[in-house]
Every structure is written in C-alpha cells, then in structure tokens.
T-cell receptor
Framework: EAGVVQSPRYKIIEKKQPVAFWCNPI?????LYWYLQNLGQGPELLIR????????DSQLPKDRFSAERLKGVDSTLKIQPAELGDSAVYLC????????????FGPGTRLTVL | LAKTTQPISMDSYEGQEVNITCSHN???????ITWYQQFPSQGPRFIIQ???TKVTNEVASLFIPADRKSSTLSLPRVSLSDTAVYYC?????????????FGGGTRLMVKP
C-alpha cells in the first residue's frame, strides 16, 4: 500500500511569490491534515478535512494561505504571497475518520523563502 | 485538551534501554496516550498507544500507572537508528478535534 505522497519535496522561492504544495493521502482515508513544522518544534495543525469539507481551519492564516480538496481525495495547500516567516516544513497526513489518533504522514515539503 | 510535558532531550548509548516519561496531569477519562516517532527529514510515525497498564509491540513498550497522569515510553536496547524525536499525545482517539497537539517532543540522541 502506498503511503502519503507529497510534492515537491523541496521548494525555494523569493518572498512575495506564490507557492503550492500537493498531497495524495492513503487510499480510503477520509480525513486529511495539513501541518506546519518549524525547525526544532512539533507539527502544528493548519487545516483538517473530512472528505472535501474543511472541518477545522481555525489555525490557517487565511489572508495568505488557502487549501482545497475538491474531490475528497488529493489536496493542495497554497501560499500567496509567501513571506520570509513561512519557511518551514509542510506536512500532510491522513487517517481513517474513526481513528484520528493513527495518522500517516508524508515526508513533507521543505519550503525556503528568500 | 490535556497538556503534555516531556523532556526536551535525552542522550543514550547503543544497547541501553531508554525510558521517556510524559506528564499529562489533566488527562480525561476518554483520553488515550499515543506516541509518535519522527526521524530527520520524515513525517512523524505512530509507534504505540495505550489507555492503562502496559502495552508492548515490536517497537516499544508503554507503561501507564493507575492514575494515568503520566506515561513512560520504553525503548529496549536502542541502536543508532533510534535517534529521533518522540512525541507524546493525549486525547480522545475518536475525536479528531483533540488529538492534534504534538508539542515539542523529546529529542533522543543515541551514541555509539
């Protein structure tokens, strides 16, 4: 069984540029999560989807961040425009709806904003 | 949400047993204790979960005292490849809304 797939693995952009990250969850997992992880810290939830519905986006900075999961499968997280402070690893995870405690994470996208 | 406290870092040597303790004084009746492991340049990985007493799998053991206000992750005979960050999470495992706080984790360094 394939794990959670994320692309790209690395991205370097200049500030004020847009950037997008893509995630394909484990087949059959209804719940999808996007996390942000700063160096030396634990992951912080940005948004959680149940199928195509964003059920928890309270930590998503909506002025510059957006996300979508149109068909309830893969998802895209976008930042526009990027700021220096957005440099971090962006992790995607998925789980069965009834087992949010057992999340499967992708390798993450390391974003560097110059 | 139950808050967890765990040591920021620990050092060990190959072959030793490592015990990482997590405090969760405000744990609720429905809460489970879950541990994740994160290697450099990878996402976290679920390693073990328990509610009370002891749980053991091929990776680790989890000891939970009767009052459930703390838990100890035990890694037997660690190797260099066990160098990672270990996160303790506490929450209702059927409620995604309160299972998502990772905290800073414990950075384990295994030395030769």
């Amino acid at each position: 069984e394939a794990g959670v797939v994320q692309s790209p693995r690395y991205k370097i952009i200049e500030k004020k540029q847009p950037v997008a990250f893509w995630c394909n969850p484990i087949s059959g997992h209804n719940t999808l999560y996007w996390y942000l992880q700063n160096l030396g810290q634990g992951p912080e939830l940005l948004i959680r989807y149940e199928n195509e519905e964003a059920v928890d986006d309270s930590q998503l900075p909506k002025d510059r961040f957006s996300a979508e999961r149109l068909k309830g499968v893969d998802s895209t997280l976008k930042i526009q425009p990027a700021e220096l402070g957005d440099s971090a690893v962006y992790l995607c995870a998925s789980s069965r709806r009834d087992r949010p405690d057992t999340q499967y994470f992708g390798p993450g996208t390391r974003l560097t904003v110059l | 949400l139950a808050k967890t406290t765990q040591p920021i870092s620990m050092d060990s040597y190959e072959g030793q047993e490592v015990n990482i303790t997590c405090s969760h004084n405000n744990i609720a009746t429905n809460d489970y204790i879950t541990w994740y492991q994160q290697f450099p340049s990878q996402g976290p990985r679920f390693i073990i979960q328990g509610y009370k007493t002891k749980v053991t799998n091929e990776v680790a053991s989890l000891f939970i005292p009767a009052d459930r206000k703390s838990s100890t992750l035990s890694l037997p005979r660690v190797s260099l490849s066990d160098t990672a960050v270990y996160y303790c999470l506490v929450g209702d495992r059927n409620n995604a809304g309160n299972m998502l706080t990772f905290g800073g984790g414990t950075r384990l360094m295994v030395k030769p």
